[in-house]
């Protein structure tokens, strides 16, 4: 039997930059995502609220125009499901996100509820590493039962390889 893939989850952050094509980290992200789609060697589990969050590119934004092939781009990271495996906002996920945020008011934190549903889900599907920009989310979160961390800050560090390819090795 085939060992289980390593599982990961992308916060909605992660899919932004993939849409907002930053240069150095194109490759660490596309890499990634080829390997959860071609091989069974990687998952990447986000909520389906992600769908929500991921609305729009940051030239969207600042042009306050909207652009048909950005939002076709949008609507293919949710499309290859072999890529980006989407978990149902659901009544358990809801309460667990509620328990956190009120941990959070316990601790004096905030703690938003998206990101909260985001937390959650990750320890539903029993993620190993959950991949965030978002600096409050890597502090203060590490009983959850997997590693919090930024993939570009700490590329070199992740617990599983990442093949990179070059456009002269692409077949």
């Not at 909207?66 to 499901?81: F, Q, Y």
């Not at 959650?120 to 993620?127: H, L």
């Not at 989310?137 to 590693?147: A, P, S, T, V």
Request: proline content about 4%; glycine content about 4%.
């Amino acid at each position: 039997m085939p060992d289980e893939p390593k599982r990961i989850y992308w916060d909605a952050c992660v899919f932004l930059d993939d849409i907002e094509g930053a240069p150095e980290w194109m490759p660490i992200l596309d890499a990634l995502l080829e390997q959860a789609s071609e091989t069974e060697e990687l998952a990447i589990y986000t909520s389906t609220v992600s769908i929500t969050e991921v609305a729009f590119a940051k030239a969207e934004k600042d042009g306050r125009a909207l652009d048909s092939t950005i939002e076709a781009e949008i609507d293919a990271l949710w499309n290859d499901r072999s890529a980006v495996k989407l978990v149902e906002f659901n009544e358990i996920i809801a309460r667990g996100a509620r328990n956190l945020i009120r941990r959070a008011v316990e601790q004096g934190r905030q703690l938003k509820p998206l990101d909260a549903i985001h937390l959650v889900t990750a320890q539903n599907r029993r993620v190993a590493e959950f991949h965030t920009t978002d600096d409050r989310l890597q502090k203060g979160w590490h009983d959850l039962g997997f590693l919090i961390r930024d993939i570009y800050r700490k590329a070199a560090t992740l617990s599983y390889p990442i093949v990179l390819r070059t456009s002269s090795s692409a077949t």
